[in-house]
């Protein structure tokens, strides 16, 4: 179910892999070796599922794992266009949804925390990484792979700033 996460998908080619611009620019790179790492935050998810679904549709298959980081179970959306695209993905597909604000005493089983928390075994020398969430996830996350010895011409980011993220004013 949900809560753990889910994967899909069997094995096969190539997501992208040029460098350029942000988490929404992606190439179909033949010499792009390794898995592809997609951390989300908040409204972060929708341009990395675009991206996703834009990367199938050309046939592009790289082993793929999409954190997505939310407050609580209220705040996680495109469930099933995810497992969608995990099931029609045609190499691994591992989707870990983490909260980071979701009650001690709820029935959430899943991942808990920062969603860069997760990332984990995920960060590979050889992996392309795509953020796209709120600047202080991406800083924590390009911090990670760079010490995790991912280049950083791996490492492609869109900074999302909402009106939660911005400092209140008096």
Known sequence: GVPGGFNGGGDGGSLGGGGGGGATDVRQGGSALGDRVLVAGGSGLAPILALLEHALARGVARPVSLLF???GQRDLYALEAIRALAADWPARFEFVPVLSDEP??????GARGFVTAHMGERMTPDCHAYLCGPPPMIDSAQALLL???VARTHIHADRFTTQHDLPATA
């Open 69 to 71: 980081g939310a407050r």
């Open 147 to 149: 010490e995790n010895g």
């Open 104 to 109: 001690d005493d709820s029935d959430w089983s």
